[in-house]
């Protein structure tokens, strides 16, 4: 059974960071693609930033500078790296790998507020 479990979301305030952490069990983790999505109250879930089985790695224009996704393949792990927050990036963030499968986590709250 394939499980994907975010971690790392909370409040924090504007200019800040924070670490978002996506821990995968039951699959062969290095076979996919990995990336981060998020969805803002009455928004379309929109992507952040992907990083393909071939380590291509493509952010949305409204975070590439700020955003950093990087995996550890070893640990089954994909991270998303955020600083310099504003409010715009308050939203539910979901871990998505991909390829021939295609699998979702349950989402971290990201709200960034004074």
């Known amino acids: 059974q394939v499980q994907l479990v975010e971690s790392g979301g909370g409040l924090v305030q504007p200019g800040g960071s924070l670490r978002l952490s996506c821990a995968a069990s039951?699959?062969?983790?290095?076979?996919?693609?990995k990336a981060w999505y998020r969805q803002a109250p009455g928004k379309e879930r929109e992507l952040v930033a992907r990083?393909?089985?071939?380590?291509?790695?493509t952010y949305a224009d409204s975070v590439r500078g700020r955003f950093t996704i990087s995996r550890d393949n070893a640990k089954n792990t994909v991270y998303l790296q955020m600083n310099s927050l504003k409010p715009e990036d308050t939203a539910v963030y979901y871990c998505?790998?991909?390829?021939?499968?295609?699998?979702w986590g349950q989402g971290t709250q990201v709200t960034v507020s004074s």
């Open positions: 039951g699959i062969i983790f290095s076979l996919y693609g």
């Open positions: 998505n790998v991909f390829g021939d499968i295609n699998y």
């Open positions: 990083i393909s089985r071939g380590s291509i790695i």
